[in-house]
């Protein structure tokens, strides 16, 4: 009998250790793969901050200078904008996780139907990747573009203009094992104001497609040769997952930059092992 008891309880044992190393896959972490704070240099090019080497380089007359108590990027909407060089493929998110996070003033609306803040996809079929821009026509608003569907901040759901030439803090979060996976969500000044529901017969989820590694990210314009931004743009930072809310919060509020901004850290392999032995040795001293 005692025999019996002993050899459940190890069996017991056994099933939580495998049920901890089960749980592994699930556990994941944010790596912010790129930022651009645009402070410090300029000139001929601006470092990437989150130490990736995703050095931009500017076209036309696109600077750096203070505006209206930012340092930032500034653009006046006439062929200017700035872009990574090939190859940056740890820009090039491949999973159902991300999160785009940026500040912009834009105040000049322009004749394009919208004007890219950010731009990374492929080219021409599928444009496969990810965007942010904002829109001309009657409301003015931002929406983001992952993979091939689109996230709105809808009109009906925020009265904000975002070209009323003050500045807004702009993120796009979208994390894998929602409903459906990889359920986008849209923060206009650290509120939620849209999600893929916005636009119903295209939503924004599944995986982003891989991108060609050639691909550039564009800051300012789309691919650099039309829908130019004029105002400025500060503080861009992709992650290669869905960061938490609260951070998200913290970034539109000063509390966090980029780089100090609370994200999903790796769990240790050897801790969670750790912690089911611990609980199987309880159990069979219980």
Not at 54 to 64: C, V
Not at 87 to 96: P, W
Not at 178 to 185: F, H, L, N
Not at 247 to 268: H, M, N, Q, R, W
Request: aromatic residues 8%; contains cysteine; glycine residues 12%.
């Amino acid at each position: 009998m005692l025999m019996k008891t002993t050899c459940r309880r190890h069996l017991i044992g056994i099933a939580c250790i495998l049920a901890f190393v089960a749980l592994l896959p699930s556990v994941a972490s944010a790596t912010l793969v790129g930022y651009w704070d645009f402070e410090g240099g300029g000139g001929t090019e601006y470092q990437d901050k989150s130490g990736n080497g995703h050095t931009l380089t500017p076209e036309g007359n696109a600077t750096t200078g203070a505006d209206t108590g930012r340092t930032a990027l500034i653009l006046d909407g006439d062929g200017d904008y700035v872009t990574t060089p090939g190859g940056s493929t740890n820009l090039n998110i491949t999973n159902a996780s991300i999160t785009i996070s940026a500040w912009i003033r834009w105040d000049d609306q322009g004749s394009a139907d919208r004007a890219f803040v950010l731009r990374h996809d492929k080219e021409s079929p599928d444009y496969n990747g990810y965007s942010v821009e904002v829109r001309t026509g009657s409301s003015y608003t931002a929406r983001a573009l992952l993979d091939e569907g689109t996230l709105n901040a809808n009109p009906t759901t925020t009265d904000t203009n975002v070209s009323d030439g003050t500045w807004h803090h702009l993120a796009v979060r979208m994390a894998a094992g929602g409903t459906p996976s990889g359920t986008a969500r849209f923060y206009l000044d650290g509120v939620e104001t849209g999600d893929d529901d916005t636009d119903a017969s295209n939503p924004a989820y599944g995986s982003l497609d891989t991108l060609n590694p050639s691909s550039l990210l564009y800051i300012g314009s789309s691919r650099g040769t039309t829908q130019y931004f004029t105002g400025g743009i500060d503080d861009v930072a992709v992650w290669n997952n869905a960061i938490p809310v609260s951070s998200i919060e913290g970034l539109a509020d000063g509390t966090y930059t980029p780089l100090t901004a609370p994200v999903p850290e790796p769990v240790s392999v050897s801790l969670m092992l750790l912690a089911g032995l611990g609980l199987a040795l309880r159990r069979r001293r219980a």
